[in-house]
């Protein structure tokens, strides 16, 4: 395993564009996909990796595990769901938070854990779509 210290800047960048990228055709192209992608990056702190609230030191991770401190649903998630029982909003959470950190943990072995060069390259058709991709910038 390497030392995650050793990542380059710029292979982080690329790879959060790339995961960017998968995130919003795996979901749609929506306005609101697109824009919720300018608001988190793919970082590290205090020792850590994961999706963050871009240019802070929040995981978006611990913003799901406070979620679950949450024992009944909002008001907006009961309007649409009336019969949602507490159990099962804290369910619900639990395994958002679960998922995203399985996620994160998958990330960092299949990417960050090891070098650069041993890092498969994308078949052309991956390749293709994220270069013909104007969806996010690099700002």
């Known amino acids: 395993m390497n030392n995650l210290s050793n990542i380059s800047e710029l ?65 907006e998630v009961k309007e649409y769901y009336p019969d949602i029982t507490d159990q099962e909003w804290q369910a619900s959470t639990r395994l958002s938070t679960l998922l995203l950190l399985w996620f994160e943990k998958s990330l960092k072995e299949k990417f960050l854990e090891k070098s650069e060069k041993q890092i498969k390259p994308l078949d052309g058709n991956k390749m293709k779509m994220i270069n013909n991709s104007i969806m996010f910038s690099n700002k």
């Open 11 to 75: 292979y982080l960048k690329n790879l959060d564009s790339y995961i960017k990228k998968l995130i919003v055709s795996f979901g749609s192209g929506t306005r609101d996909n697109i824009e919720s992608m300018n608001h988190i990056e793919l970082g590290f702190s205090g020792g850590n990796f994961g999706i963050k609230i871009k240019n802070k030191e929040l995981f978006v991770s611990d913003l799901m595990n406070a979620l679950e401190d949450m024992e009944e649903p909002p008001r």
